[in-house]
């Protein structure tokens, strides 16, 4: 499949805990981004990461981006109970064609 | 930026109909996309809405099933044709910015259920 994958399928935490996210991809690429997407309704791009760096931060958001390994992941620091979410990395070509791996469902608990 | 509105947000067919859905967008972009969405699953690039030529389909779809039009660089369709229960699914339009380094917008996707 030219869909990459993410780790883990499903997390659940308690609020408070950070929760870490993977994301391999198969092919080369010049952007690396983060989505989310809660009750299976539009996406939110949280993160835009280009293949030229190495770490990026937002907020609570940090991703990192591994070119060499064709790997990336996302750490949400102190997580609330909104953050319960499916998150999905998504790799770009130019113009914003994307595709995206297979998600993490993340469920942080009050 | 970019704000797209999806029509329907929602629907419910019946077997061997066809829905069109809407993608509507505040701004000229010069890319649109179409993904599905399947129960469960990640999304999946059906064709690139292109300014007044055929959509480009991804491997796997195709044009009986999933016409495209896109009108201008601020609208465009995507038919669910002769629909199965095997497409219920959501739907989303998404743009693109000129640019190598953007992100895309998503509509807020039409979530279709096939009876």
């Known amino acids: 499949s030219q869909q990459g994958e993410e780790d883990p399928q499903a997390l659940s935490i308690q609020e408070g805990e950070n929760a870490t996210m993977n994301c391999s991809y198969k092919t080369s690429i010049n952007n690396l981004q983060w989505y989310r997407q809660n009750s299976g309704r539009g996406l939110v791009h949280l993160i835009l990461?280009?293949?030229?760096?190495r770490e990026k931060h937002s907020g609570r958001l940090r991703v990192t981006l591994d070119t060499s390994k064709k790997s990336s992941s996302l750490l949400i620091t102190a997580s609330r109970a909104a953050d319960t979410a499916s998150y999905f990395c998504a790799w770009g070509t130019s113009y914003g064609k994307l595709t995206f791996g297979q998600g993490t469902i993340l469920t942080v608990h009050p | 930026s970019a704000v797209i509105s999806q029509k329907p947000s929602r629907d419910i067919c019946q077997r061997g109909t066809s829905l069109t859905i809407q993608c509507q967008v505040d701004s000229q972009v010069t890319m649109m996309f179409w993904y599905r969405q399947q129960p469960g699953q990640s999304l999946t690039l059906i064709a690139t809405?292109?300014?007044?030529?055929?959509?480009?389909?991804e491997s796997g779809f195709v044009i009986d099933k999933f016409p495209i039009s896109r009108p201008n660089l601020t609208f465009s369709t995507l038919t669910v044709s002769n629909m199965s229960p095997e497409d219920s699914s959501i739907y989303l339009c998404s743009v693109g910015m000129t640019g190598s380094f953007t992100e895309a917008f998503f509509g807020q996707g039409t979530r279709l259920t096939v009876v």
């Open positions: 990461i280009r293949s030229n760096e």
């Open positions: 809405a292109n300014q007044g030529s055929e959509a480009t389909y």
